[in-house]
Every structure is written in C-alpha cells, then in structure tokens.
C-alpha cells in the first residue's frame, strides 16, 4: 500500500482510552475507561497542501463501565451530518500526516444520577480528535487527542449541558 490509501478503502481501528476525565453536573468528575473502535472509508483525495484523503466514519462505538453510571457508551450519532474527517500529508522526509477526526456523538448513561431510565446525550459542538505526528496510516498504537473539551446536553436540547468530556487521550491502532 502506497503512503496515502485509496479511495473506497475500509479502514477499521480499535481504540481504547483510559482514564479520561468525565465531569456531570452533579456528581463531579468520574475517570472512565473507554474501549471500543472506529471504522473509516476513504472518499476522496484532498486538492490542497501535499496531498491526502477525506475520510468518512462509517461506524464509532466507545464504551466504559462505571460503579457510578453503569455502562456509558459514544457512539455516532448521525453518519450523514458528520464533517469528512481528514489525512492530510505535513511532511515527506520521513513522512509525516496530520489525522483530523471530526464526530458528531450520542451518548447514552446507562444508570444516570438521580435513577431513571438511560440518559441519552449529545454533544454541542464537534467532538474533535487529533494526531499531527502519525508517521504510518493506518495508526499503529498511535495516541489522538481531543482538541478541546466537548459539552454534552439532552438530545433536543443543546443549551442543557449536563456532562462534559473534558480530554479523551484514545490509542488508535489497525484492526485488520
């Protein structure tokens, strides 16, 4: 395979975060451990800079479980309105890309505080993660990171944050 993969191609990863920082509202900030994975097709070749793709999430499912929470769980809300996610080449000599992943989230609290039946949350804005170092796509045990904490509200009512996902240092690696 060449250094940037080919248009139509399916690229799966897995992914497992540890320890990442989420706060709710009213119990204060929980550390979870995420596992789960992400499943890329190439779509198109990037016209600008020194080259790459655009890259499509067909599928994202994260999950943790918590004493506290039960079973909380990311995955993709909509695959149609998510931005095209980017492999952009930053440098040839080695060679060097920057991966862009943009995500749009639901996520789902099986044992929300307080009781009741799950919560389903989304994020507000883009959920962003980033590695501007990768020196081989697909990633082998390559650590992305969130560009910046996401807020999270009830499904239908973006300006109720109730939780936050405040880093999310996932390892990445192929999964043929």
Not at 17 to 41: C, E, H, S, T
């Amino acid at each position: 395979m060449g250094l940037i993969p080919p248009i139509g191609l399916e690229i799966p990863l897995s992914g497992y975060a540890v320890d990442v920082p989420f706060q709710v509202n009213v119990l204060g900030l929980i550390k979870l451990d995420f596992k789960g994975g992400i499943k890329y097709r190439v779509e198109a070749n990037l016209g600008s800079g020194l080259g790459g793709v655009k890259l499509k999430v067909l599928g994202f499912e994260e999950s943790a479980d918590s004493p506290v929470l039960g079973k909380v769980t990311l995955t993709l809300a909509d695959v149609d309105t998510t931005p095209l996610s980017l492999l952009e080449l930053v440098g040839h000599l080695p060679p060097t890309f920057r991966q862009t992943t943009f995500l749009d989230l639901q996520v789902t609290i099986e044992k929300p505080p307080g009781g009741g039946p799950p919560l389903v949350l989304s994020n507000t804005k883009t959920f962003t993660l980033i590695n501007d170092r990768l020196t081989v796509f697909p990633p082998r045990g390559s650590v992305y990171q969130l560009q910046q904490p996401v807020d999270l509200a009830p499904v239908g009512a973006p300006n109720q944050v109730v939780a936050q996902i405040l880093a999310f240092p996932i390892t990445m690696s192929h999964n043929p």
